[in-house]
């Protein structure tokens, strides 16, 4: 089949938006420079791998992540079934054993027909056609510097950070804890419980740790949604307690009473061979690392498989450059999509990659593009994009700050409540979406 959709980048975002338009008839040229070039944080070439964590946030019902995901998955999003397939114990959140998601992901993609992939690197954007791009936010430098040229600024850019993993086999149980938040979803994480003396003496080693520098970077411009953990300790001592080391929702087996302050650790896949300090991003020298991390009890002898790191994160001003439809505003052909596009998570990714790809065959069949309900996750999600702050513009991750509030249920006190009346709504909504696109409506 002739090409008729180009989808550039072979992340979350591009591999959906691939997937979408390809099981609507449409051919598609998948081209993804891995392992052709690389990027400073993937280490293979397999679609989808996920660099930042394993987890796709909470899938507890009546939270803005969960609604967002129930969404793609009555959306048919190919992310959501793989994911689903190969997830891990992890409270009520939905975490996958990423080796095996990036697997799946990249099987699925090359066994559909009319999807060609292609591994080289894209230095310009296409002149054009029509285009999904959804390159990441680790861009490389040349196609970065072409959609800086395209859009007449220069690509805005933070610094991302990852968190480290350390070996199972190496932590102290005896001095560990199973259990979640609260209770719910079992026993899924490990925690480390710290008394006050503990958590200070912790606190004073991390604010004095020394940091790697940054090298070809310019200023630390990091993104608050994913600060690394030291400059969030810089902010006050007990900033991280209402943080990553919150302690509320646990209790201390050895007190019977909530601990001062903990330290979660995720499963990274089925073989329970790895944990993942959650909310531990940072940007530490390795050696120094090592050396504050292991002040956590428990993990005295740890041995880490990954140091936390940093890396650009780049992203476009999409407020100023693009449609809710995701369309630029001076090319409709050129469809942006992902991280790149100003949006913060992986199920964000996830979810601009699949209106991407339903608006690229779309225009590939000569029918006008879409936007979901402002109601829903989705169309939320993508009104911020189009219509956010342009002076100020972050990305965004999905929350009911973002969703449009009709105010049918401001007589309810319950919070809780609400927020489930707001998802039952929001659902309603993207179901009628749905039928009005499967009868050919271009509903908007």
């Known amino acids: 089949m002739e090409t008729r959709v180009t989808v550039i980048g072979g992340g979350l975002a591009g591999a959906e938006a691939a997937w979408q338009a390809a099981r609507r008839g449409i051919a598609v040229r998948l081209v993804e420079m891995r392992p052709e070039v690389m990027t400073p944080a993937h280490s293979t070439g397999r679609l989808g791998e996920l660099v930042c964590s394993n987890s796709l946030k909470s899938d507890a019902p009546g939270t803005a ?50 999807i060609e992939l292609v591994r080289e690197e894209v230095r310009e954007l296409p002149g054009d056609g029509i285009v999904v791009v959804a390159s990441g936010p680790l861009t490389s430098d040349p196609l970065a510097e072409s959609i800086a040229r395209f859009a007449g600024s220069r690509n805005l850019c933070f610094y991302d950070a990852i968190s480290p993993i350390v070996d199972a086999a190496t932590l102290d149980r005896a001095r560990l804890s199973a259990a979640s938040r609260y209770g719910k979803g079992g026993e899924d994480y490990l925690n480390a419980f710290l008394s006050r003396e503990e958590y200070l003496g ?54 019977g009473r ?89 199920i964000e990714s996830i979810a601009t990659g699949l209106l991407a790809g339903i608006n690229a065959a779309r225009l590939a069949r000569g029918l006008g593009c879409v936007t979901p309900p402002p109601a829903t996750a989705c169309g939320s999600l993508v009104r911020y994009l189009a219509f956010g702050d342009g002076e100020r513009f972050q990305p965004a991750n999905i929350t009911f700050g973002l969703l449009r509030d009709s105010g049918a249920d401001s007589d309810i006190r319950d919070r809780k409540e609400r927020r489930l009346r707001q998802v039952e709504r929001a659902l309603a909504g993207m179901d009628r979406w749905i039928t009005a696109l499967s009868d050919g409506a271009a509903a908007n």
Request: contains cysteine; aromatic residues 8%.
């Open 65 to 114: 992540p969960h609604l967002l995901k129930e969404e793609l998955r009555r959306l048919d999003s190919l992310l959501l079934r793989v994911a689903d397939e190969v997830r891990i114990p992890a409270g009520h959140a939905l975490a996958v054993d990423r080796e095996a998601f990036s697997l799946r992901l990249t099987e699925e993609i090359t066994a559909t027909g009319n």
């Open 258 to 346: 909530r601990p001062y302050a903990a330290v979660q650790m995720r499963l990274e896949n089925l073989m329970a061979d790895s944990y993942n300090l959650v909310g531990f991003q940072n940007h530490l020298k390795f050696p120094e690392q090592r050396r504050v991390f292991r002040m956590i009890p428990g993990l005295e002898r740890a041995e880490f498989l990954r140091f936390g790191q940093i890396h650009r994160n780049s992203y476009i001003n999409a407020p100023r450059l693009l449609h809710p439809t995701l369309q630029s505003k001076e090319r409709p052909g050129l469809i942006f999509a992902g991280q790149l596009c100003g949006v913060e998570g992986y």
């Open 202 to 255: 912790f606190y004073e080693a991390l604010v004095g740790a020394v940091s790697a520098p940054l090298r070809s970077f310019e200023e630390a411009c990091f993104f608050e949604g994913c600060l690394p953990i030291e400059e969030l300790a810089r902010r006050g001592v007990d900033t991280l307690r209402y943080g990553p080391m919150k302690p509320v929702g646990l209790v201390d087996p050895r007190t």
